[in-house]
């Protein structure tokens, strides 16, 4: 019997303390593709997941008192040893090309750990005695309301999106409700499914040529009609086909003086890079293969011809698989191994028209029975491509084999589904069999579409969301969906594995290691409650009866998850819909109602973007006061986000303000970064951030305060933190956002704000103001959380020039110098966003367009590209010499000399500008010393890759120019001394 309620703390363990450094280190664990991903990621394509143990930290601190033990808390969200030194070991293994004696960490990954019923009662005992209640408004993937659920509360799963409340059922609800009792089910579902659906696709696929040899994946190339000769073009980027040198050669036919009839290519594979064929398409002009035209062809024109339907299919490689019989010592038969193999295509395998006349045959009927989608891909879409490049229906997205497939699939599927409504068998646990078996065909549409790739280093299949686009792929692979021999239907098989690890995980507390393991059931108290509906409006749940709300709200314009998940949606409604009708009902996903910056509503208006951000600002503030309503008064609510733009934290904020709440605490997690010291080929954020709410108190003052007073608060809030953060292993762009969380506490608390001092009307129109756009008359006094924000990155900026210029009698760096500083500090890398880039050159007082674009850095679409010492000479961009318009552009010159000429050169320029012992120099060269990437030749292996790779080639040369003339007076850079501590 459960004991009475008493009250919970005012103070939860989530707004004093949080173990960010292990929750990044072991959620970076988790992510890792070396070891298998949980089981709720798997099952499904979901396009944003934050780890399971972030989920479940984030819970249980929302819910646990202040005192709670630190090492219990680590205990229960499955930490059991020290992920931040396993993970240093596992850097130092990479930079140093050792394998592991035995495993790397001395734990089970967290997410593994369920907490056990003694451990269950005793978290009850301390959130007050009766079983708590967590909501998550817009669940997704389903990694809160799953981690809830184990840990013994009552959870509340909402999401908008049909798609996203059946990956949800069958993650959490499903396995609750009948647990072992599933598996026998699908199994029996699967293996009817699979005999009717071997014996209608058997012939589509060509016999393989060799004896004991079965295709595995065939790779075709789109083609389109040369304008200028009429040849027949194969598209493919590049022709690579695995790591080890194999390539294709692409021979063109009939061309010439002699030439008669239908100009095209064939193939052969060559074992050497060198002997590869030029890619036929870049930046999505292609080029004619043929010797006697070799034109260039408009992207244009490739896209009239597939809008026209003339663009085509070629086939110009085959993988297979050899099956090799080994004998034992015995002399009898062992297991038999079986080798990958590569050919070129063979006249025998274009079965083409075959297959043309049977879709032909079968589309009638499949759409008589609505088997197959017949919905048009939309029009008003933020990605335009697949109609750009002449797919208007969803299905166009197939190619006709793979069409068939899926066709086939869905109309066994709901043969089996009828069949068993006419005998009475559809029990609720055959529907949920169903539902599993709908989604291991959504697994091979994911990986069978004209929308995948072939992955030559890795030798695989990169399905169609390997990004979260529909970005047109001009060579696709296609995967065999049968295999006669290799036993099973690889999806159908990982999708079992997944109900076996998700019926165990969420077996929660019905275990304890006592005598001979007996069974002991906790209280079923708790329950899973899923809706799917606007989370603006969650009628089924009482005023003031949840505990706490925590929630991964969508980001912005980060990703359009109802334009990404009609890809799914038009074919589950054509299966999972047969026995789960209710979350099928409209013709594709709900665009309107969904919380995002949706530009695509606004097309055709005047400033769309700024339209779009107001309208997720208002949609977010709809969604945090439905969860003010239902929460306790003393209830938390643990929002995640992460956004590199700061309009998006602005539209976030101002709408959890606008619903009534405070921030009381903020920390940041970092959830998705590999090694630390990795640079990238393009800056991106790997925190995530936990902003920690309350509703605001009845006896909070509504009288406005000045800027000017809490200005200095929100500074100090973030000189307090930003050390605690840094030394938890947050770095770059992430300590940015990190320090978002403290100016947005401080914000919170004294809002409403106004300034005392009117703002000047802003001169700039090139880059027009969100005021102008809505047509709005602009207001000097307004004050808005991106204030908080530009003060929190100010103060960054100040702390991590005073870490990056330590030398004896430190110079300040001039704006231009301090912005290239600091722009490699945070992003760690050439490419970055240029709103960011541009909300930096603010908080270092430079003047992006007048003082940098051109000079030291370029624009490229929505980027900034910062340019090393070559090619700023190359493009005139550098000052003078002496520093006297920026000390970067002396540094630049002795770099650029020292790369092209000498290192004594480098230095007697120097000495020609008087600068050998001046101190704004020696602190603008240990600044960029600190920040570029290093070279091979100081750290023993390439750190810098792609456009990083010139910069690299700047810091050679000036950690060399320092040892010849400067040692004395410069520091050595510690970033080296970090990397050689990691190769210890």
């Not at 103070?11 to 070396?34: D, H, K, N, S, Y």
């Not at 009717?196 to 040899?213: G, M």
């Not at 002009?285 to 597939?306: F, H």
């Not at 008087?914 to 603008?924: I, M, S, W, Y």
Request: charged share 30%; proline share 6%.
């Amino acid at each position: 019997m459960m004991k009475e309620e008493k009250p919970m703390s005012d103070v939860r363990l989530i707004e004093r303390w949080l173990p960010i450094a292990q929750i990044g280190a072991e959620g970076v664990r988790e992510r890792t593709p070396m070891t298998p991903f949980p089981a709720p990621n798997r099952l499904h394509v979901w396009w944003a997941r934050r780890p399971l143990v972030a989920a479940r930290a984030a819970v249980l601190a929302s819910l646990l008192p202040e005192n709670t033990n630190h090492d219990e808390f680590l205990r229960l969200i499955g930490i059991h040893g020290d992920p931040i030194a396993s993970r240093r070991r596992i850097d130092r293994a990479k930079r140093s090309g050792d394998r592991f004696e035995g495993e790397a960490y001395s734990y089970k990954r967290a997410f593994t750990y369920s907490p056990t019923a003694s451990e269950l009662e005793s978290i009850l005992k301390n959130v007050g005695g009766k079983v708590p209640s967590v909501l998550d408004p817009t669940a997704g993937g389903g990694s809160i309301p799953f981690e809830s659920l184990r840990l013994g509360f009552s959870s509340y799963a909402n999401d908008l999106n049909p798609v996203a409340a059946t990956i949800l059922s069958a993650t959490i609800d499903m396995p609750v409700k009948h647990g072992d009792k599933l598996l026998p089910e699908y199994k029996a579902v699967t293996e009817e499914f699979i005999r009717r659906r071997e014996a209608s696709i058997r012939s589509l696929y060509p016999e393989e040529p060799t004896k004991d040899s079965l295709p595995t994946n065939y790779l075709w190339a789109r083609t389109i009609t040369c304008p200028y000769c009429a040849g027949k073009i194969p598209l493919s980027p590049n022709w690579k086909l695995n790591a080890a040198g194999l390539g294709v050669r692409v021979v063109p036919q009939n061309y010439g003086e002699n030439a008669d009839g239908e100009r095209y290519c064939t193939f052969q594979l060559v074992d050497r890079p060198e002997d590869h064929s030029e890619g036929t398409v870049s930046d999505g002009d292609a080029t004619c293969p043929y010797p006697d035209c070799a034109r260039v062809i408009d992207g244009q024109e490739v896209k009239q011809q597939a809008q026209h339907g003339e663009m085509g299919d070629q086939l110009f490689a085959v993988i297979y698989k050899r099956k090799i019989e080994k004998r034992l010592k015995s002399g009898k038969l062992g297991k038999p191994k079986w080798e990958r193999g590569y050919r070129a295509p063979l006249p025998s395998d274009d079965n083409a028209s075959q297959l043309s006349d049977l879709l032909a045959e079968q589309i009638p009927e499949w759409e008589a029975f609505d088997s197959i989608p017949n919905e048009e891909y939309p029009s008003n879409t933020n990605d335009d491509r697949p109609r750009q490049y002449g797919m208007p229906l969803w299905r166009d997205m197939f190619s006709p084999r793979q069409l068939l497939c899926h066709g086939y699939a869905s109309t066994i599927f709901r043969e089996m589904v009828e069949e068993d409504l006419a005998n009475d068998r559809l029990s609720d646990v055959r529907r949920c069999a169903y539902v599993y078996l709908s989604f291991a065909l959504d697994k091979l549409r994911d990986y069978n579409s004209r929308m995948t790739r072939w992955i030559p280093n890795r030798e695989a299949t990169a399905n169609t969301f390997d990004r979260h686009d529909f970005a047109f792929k001009f060579s696709y692979a296609e995967m065999v969906m049968m295999v006669e021999g290799a036993e099973y239907d690889w999806t159908i098989d990982q999708v079992e594995k997944c109900i076996e690890e998700l019926i165990a995980l969420t077996r929660v507390g019905d275990y304890s290691e006592g005598p001979l393991f007996q069974e002991t059931r906790r209280s079923k108290e708790s329950e899973f409650t899923l809706s799917a509906k606007s989370g603006t409006s969650l009628d089924h749940i009482e005023d003031g009866s949840i505990d706490a709300v925590v929630m991964d709200p969508p980001y912005g314009a980060n990703v359009m998850y109802a334009e990404l998940s009609d890809f799914f949606y038009v074919w589950l409604k054509r299966t999972a819909g047969l026995v789960a009708p209710e979350l099928f009902t409209r013709r594709l996903t709900d665009k309107q109602a969904e919380a995002v910056a949706n530009k695509a509503h606004f097309k055709g208006q005047k400033g769309a973007d700024a339209l779009a951000n107001r309208d997720y600002q208002e949609k977010m503030a709809a969604i945090f006061a439905e969860c003010r309503r239902v929460l306790k008064p003393n209830g938390i609510m643990t929002v995640m986000f992460t956004h590199k733009d700061t309009s998006a934290w602005d539209a976030l904020t101002t709408g959890l303000i606008e619903a009534g709440f405070i921030i009381t605490a903020s920390w940041p997690v970092n959830t998705e970064a590999e090694g630390s010291l990795h640079i990238k080929d393009k800056a991106a954020a790997n925190s995530t951030i936990f902003l920690v709410c309350r509703p605001r108190p009845a006896e909070q003052s509504d009288e406005t305060t000045y800027w000017e007073d809490v200005e200095p608060l929100v500074a100090q809030a973030v000189r307090t933190r930003v050390e605690e953060f840094q030394k938890a292993g947050i770095g770059g762009v992430d300590l940015y956002l990190a320090s978002f969380g403290p100016a947005l506490e401080e914000f919170s608390r004294h809002w409403p704000l106004k300034r005392g001092t009117p703002r000047p009307e802003p001169l700039a129109k090139k880059r027009r103001k969100q005021a102008e756009l809505f047509e709005e008359e602009f207001d000097p006094y307004a004050v808005t959380p991106e204030d908080a924000l530009d003060a929190a990155r100010r103060e960054v900026k100040t702390w991590r020039l005073n870490q990056l210029t330590h030398t004896k009698g430190r110079a300040d760096l001039d704006p231009t110098t301090s912005w290239f500083v600091l722009a490699w500090d945070a992003f760690k890398a050439p490419v970055f966003s240029y709103d960011e880039g541009l909300r930096l050159a603010r908080a270092v007082g430079a003047d992006l367009e007048g003082q940098l674009i051109g000079r030291l850095c370029e624009k490229k679409g929505s980027d900034i590209k910062l340019w090393d010492s070559a090619t700023r000479a190359a493009k005139s961009g550098l000052g003078p010499a002496d520093g006297s318009r920026a000390m970067i552009d002396a540094i630049h010159h002795a770099a650029h000399r020292g790369r092209t000429r000498t290192l004594e050169g480098a230095l007697d320029l120097l000495k020609d500008a008087g600068l050998e012992n001046d101190p704004q120099f020696l602190a603008a060269l240990e600044a960029v010393l600190e920040v570029l990437p290093p070279s091979r030749g100081f750290v023993g292996f390439d750190v810098a890759t792609g456009d990083a790779k010139s910069a690299a080639d700047d810091f050679d040369a000036l950690e060399k120019l320092r040892r010849l003339a400067f040692s004395d007076k410069v520091d050595e850079p510690q970033q080296l001394s970090l990397f050689a501590e990691e190769a210890v």
